[in-house]
């Protein structure tokens, strides 16, 4: 029933910014979380940010803390994740999820029960 498309991934170069996109069907921007994760490979899956319904975030990953921007338009139920100074160690396949609680740390992606298919960033030096 829900469905969430990312886009937006692709190659650049350190310093660069990349502008990801997640549209979500069947799915309604109020009471829980929406957020970015990503995963390269053999590692796990990073909580990277999170918003709820009223535009609220919580701490972004120290990782990217600074650099990176998480919004939305609940207008087009999409949400985005800003990226900017991209770095080597930001690649990784890029994952939007929805419906996490309250209650729970939203970057911590069991609170989630749904997923995109992800996309991928790849930053070279």
């Known amino acids: 029933q829900v469905q969430l498309v990312e886009a937006g991934g692709g190659s650049v170069q350190a310093g660069g910014s990349l502008t990801l996109s997640c549209a979500a069907s069947g799915y309604t921007f109020r009471r829980n979380f929406m957020g970015w994760f990503r995963q390269a490979p053999g590692k796990e899956r990073e909580g990277v940010a999170c918003?709820?319904?009223?535009?609220?975030?919580?701490p972004y990953a120290d990782s990217v803390n600074g650099r990176f921007i998480i919004s939305q338009d609940k207008t087009k139920n999409t949400l985005y994740l800003q990226m900017n100074n991209l770095k080597p160690e930001d690649t990784a396949r890029y994952y939007c999820?929805?419906?996490?609680?309250?209650?729970?740390?939203?970057?911590?992606?069991?609170?989630?029960?749904?997923w995109g298919q992800g996309t991928q960033v790849t930053v070279s030096s």
């Open positions: 918003i709820d319904a009223g535009g609220f975030t919580t």
């Open positions: 999820a929805a419906g996490g609680q309250y209650g729970a740390d939203c970057r911590w992606a069991e609170v989630y029960p749904h």
